[in-house]
Every structure is written in C-alpha cells, then in structure tokens.
C-alpha cells in the first residue's frame, strides 16, 4: 500500500459539465504530486471519467443533500485539506464543519459580479477560465504550477475499414443552449448520405424526444449508420465517444466530456458565451460557433427565457455551415 504525505479532498458536487472540467486539471496536479492522495467528491455518473490516475480516488456524492448529511460523508474521507469548487451554501457549510475540526480548506474564486457585468453588456472582457480557477484554488495548497493540458488534436481513423463517425450530442439542460430538432435532423440526413456513421449521445430520460428527431430525418437516412448511444452503460459511450472523429454539441456536459477524452467538438453557443469562462482551455475555440448579436449572452447558464422568444442566437447558425464544419474532420 502506497503511503502518501498528505489527502486533498477536491469537491465539485454539480453540474456535470463543471465537474468533468475538474478532471483534466485534477490529473495535471495528481501527476506533478504522487505523494499526494487525492479523492474527488462529484457526480455519481461522472466516476468511470476518473480513472486511470493512481494517486486519484472518487466519491460519488448524491445531489441536494443537507449541509450536515454531506459533511458526514465527506469526513469519512479524513482529509488534510479540503479544496472547495463548487461554494455554494451547503459546501460553505461543510468548509466551516472541516475549519472548525482543523482541517485547512481552499475555495475557489467565481467572479460572478463578471458574469453579471458581461451579461448585461457591461464589459465584454473574457473572464478567467473556470479550470484556470480551479486550479488556482488547488494552488493554494500545493502552490503554483502551469496549468499544462493535452492538446485536443483531430481524431485520426482507428480503422482503414472503419466508416467516419461523428457523435452527436443535441441536448442541454436550458432551451436557450439547444440548436433544434429540425436542424439536427437535416445534420444527421446530410452526414449519412456522405456514409458517415452517427453516434447520439442523450441522456436516459431523453430517448422519445430522440426519436423524434429521427422521425424528422428519416428519409433517405440507413438506419445501420445510427448509434444510439444514450441506451449504453456510460463507460460504453465514453469508450464510443473516444471513436468519433468529431462531436457535435451544444455548451453542454458533453462538450467538457469529451475534452477530457481527447476528442474535438464543435460546439453551439447561443444565450451563453465562451467569454463567461466556461469554454475547455485545451479545445480549440474556433470550433466554437456563436453569432454575435446584441442581445447575446443573456444569461450565464441558458436558463433566462429568451426576450424575442425565437431564440434567435441559435437559429443564426446554419445547418451548412455546421456541416462544412464537421466534413474538415471525416
């Protein structure tokens, strides 16, 4: 058994974007500090993700628990220090329980007045990377580094014989983040009629509105090049998403997922904005697609309803530009 100097809890309960974000800088310190144990409290879904580095240990952490009852679990951990990035109440409350029993604990910086400021169009400087926060706060504890992440390069063809594929990711969490079932439909139609093979990605609740969507697309479309993805166990789809030359997604989960596994995404940006940091460091932002119009970002989640109610900053983007932009890759 490896004896390690010190235990850094790292804490990131939600959302899963924000915490697979965690990942890449998680391993960077993991790697420079072997003598360091480190256990990442987040997401259950997101564990397979975490893996593969020794030193790296996870613990799946149920999603609104009360301060008391997740601190309980938390502590069961005993860690030398505590690195807090998600602050909000209930981790605020459990940061105060680990001070006050002598554990050091390092919270991360939000900037939300900067978020407040760029929407409403009080300053359109780009904030501080959240990775780049998160790593600062990790900092705290084990001192400055260089955030080095891998570069994401165009996925070469695993197999001569293999057909292209492409994954596709068409949901997130606030309509003002989605792009559309009818432009989707007419993206999945164009890309199988070029033999490529599509892989959706979808969560498990979100089966029936995929459907719909190849209801929109179904003609002329070979149902054999259609992988439904979201029906797997999700070591499977990162296993399948490892195999796209490309991902298609909107500022969603998917678009840091798939960072972390190397693969390139095209990502859709409407109500947001890679401006409120929340873009990977590592993915090339001229795969990120958003029209500039005066009313964009409006929100820093999506969540806002939009003002026109045609949510005109994603039905801006064109299907063929998205397509042009997908075929550089297959």
Same mark, same amino acid.
């Given at each position: ?24 800088? &998680?391993?960077?310190?993991? &790697? ?5 144990? $480190?256990? $990442? ?8 993700? =975490? ?7 996870? +613990? ?9 009852? &997740? ?9 030398? @220090? ?6 909000? +109440? ?14 050091? %604990?390092?919270? %991360? ?5 900067? !978020?407040?400021?760029? /929407? ?13 926060? @998160? ?10 580094? *260089? ?18 594929? %492409?994954?596709?990711?068409? =949901? ?18 164009? +890309?199988?009629? !070029? ?5 959706? =990605?979808?969560?498990?609740?979100? !089966?029936?509105? /995929? ?26 789809? +990162? ?37 409120? #940091?929340? @873009? *990977? ?19 820093? =989640? ?14 801006? /983007? #064109? ?12």
């Amino acid at each position: 058994m490896v004896k390690h100097k010190r235990h850094i809890l790292v804490v990131r309960l939600s959302a899963l974007g924000d915490a697979a974000m965690v990942w890449p800088v &998680l391993k960077c310190y993991a &790697l420079s500090h072997p003598d360091t144990l $480190f256990t $990442f409290a987040g997401p259950p879904l997101l564990a397979p993700l =975490f893996s593969g580095v020794e030193n790296i240990e996870y +613990l799946p952490t149920k999603k609104r628990q009360k301060a008391t009852t &997740l601190f309980r679990q938390l502590h069961t951990c005993h860690p030398d @220090y505590v690195v807090d990035l998600h602050r909000v +109440l209930r981790t605020l409350v459990c940061d105060l329980m680990f001070v006050l029993s002598g554990v050091k %604990v390092a919270i %991360v910086k939000k900037d939300r007045k900067g !978020r407040r400021s760029l /929407i409403a169009h009080r300053s359109n400087i780009p904030l501080t990377p959240i990775q780049q926060r @998160y790593s600062d706060a990790l900092a705290k504890i084990l001192g400055n580094q *260089p955030l080095q992440l891998p570069e994401i390069k165009a996925n070469e063809r695993l197999d001569s014989n293999e057909h292209p594929s %492409v994954g596709i990711a068409p =949901f997130a969490a606030h309509k003002g983040k989605e792009w559309g079932d009818d432009r989707i439909a007419s993206v999945i139609k164009e +890309l199988t009629l !070029r033999d490529v093979d599509i892989r959706l =990605f979808y969560g498990a609740n979100e !089966r029936s509105h /995929i459907d719909q969507i190849l209801h929109k697309a179904l003609e002329q479309i070979d149902e054999k090049k259609i992988h439904l993805e979201g029906a797997k166990p999700f070591d499977e789809q +990162l296993s399948d998403m490892t195999r796209c030359q490309v991902l298609l997604t909107m500022d969603s989960a998917n678009l840091h997922i798939a960072t972390c596994l190397g693969v390139p995404v095209i990502s859709l940006w409407g109500a947001t904005h890679t401006n409120l #940091g929340f @873009y *990977p460091q590592n993915q090339d932002i001229s795969r990120a697609i958003g029209k500039d119009i005066p009313c964009r970002p409006c929100s820093a =989640f999506g969540q806002k309803p939009c003002k026109w109610s045609d949510y005109r900053c994603m039905a801006a /983007i #064109g299907v063929n530009e998205i397509i042009d932009k997908i075929v550089t890759y297959i």
